[in-house]
Every structure is written in structure tokens, then in C-alpha cells.
Nanobody, 124 residues
């Protein structure tokens, strides 16, 4: 198992910002590629962003490019997702995911490890 614990979700007004955190335990963060997926009500889970093991490579969904930034602090075993310019379409449960491979994947079944999720609601 790869324990992943998300935090930082909440209610924010359109145009606002949130920073999600994903803390891992029991293993070194530099052994895994970490990503974020989200699931909006009535929709399938979709890829949001990911960062590879070294932190030198990132990938984003087109819908969040320029607004979201993924980063990692291996010393703290933590990955962050900074989300700016949020809009109501970003409302979803956000999941932290991990895979023990170097490359980034954008499909759910490539990530065997999932956190419990944190709710992000963008509403006025």
C-alpha cells in the first residue's frame, strides 16, 4: 500500500485560489510519480496534473493549464496542487494518485494507489 492523504479542499468563490496537499508515508516520495485526478458530480474521473519522480517533468490537462501548478517537496513527502482562477467547472472531488514508474500517465488504471479525496467547491 501507498498511503496518500489529501488536504486543502474547501469552498472558494469563482476566481479564487486553493492549494491542495498530498502527504505520503512509509516510503520515499522520489520513488513514485504523483498525480491528481478529479471527479465532478455525474462525470467520470479525469486527469488533472502529474509530476514525475525526479520532479523534472510535469503534465497538465488542457482545462487547467496556466491555472494549476503541481510541485513536490520530497523532504516533506508532500505534493502540492496550487489552483488559481478557479471556476464552478472545477468543482469536484480531487484525488491524489501514485504509480511506481518514472513516466507520467493520464489514465486512471495506470495509478494503482489512490487517496480518499478532498472536496473542492467553487461557488458564489
Amino acid at each position: 500500500q501507498v498511503p496518500l492523504v489529501e488536504s486543502g479542499g474547501g469552498l472558494v468563490q469563482p476566481g479564487g485560489s486553493l492549494r491542495l496537499s498530498c502527504v505520503t508515508s512509509g516510503f520515499s516520495l522520489d520513488r513514485v510519480t504523483i498525480g491528481w485526478f478529479r471527479q465532478a458530480p455525474g462525470k467520470e474521473r479525469e486527469f488533472v496534473a502529474a509530476i514525475n519522480r525526479s520532479g523534472g517533468g510535469t503534465r497538465y490537462a488542457e482545462s487547467v493549464k496556466g491555472r494549476f501548478t503541481i510541485s513536490r517537496d520530497n523532504a516533506k513527502n508532500t505534493v502540492y496542487l496550487q489552483m488559481n482562477s478557479l471556476n464552478p467547472e472545477d468543482t469536484a472531488v480531487f484525488y491524489c494518485v501514485a504509480r511506481d514508474k518514472y513516466t507520467i500517465a493520464v489514465v486512471t488504471n495506470e495509478y494503482p494507489y489512490w487517496g480518499q479525496g478532498t472536496q473542492v467547491t467553487v461557488s458564489s
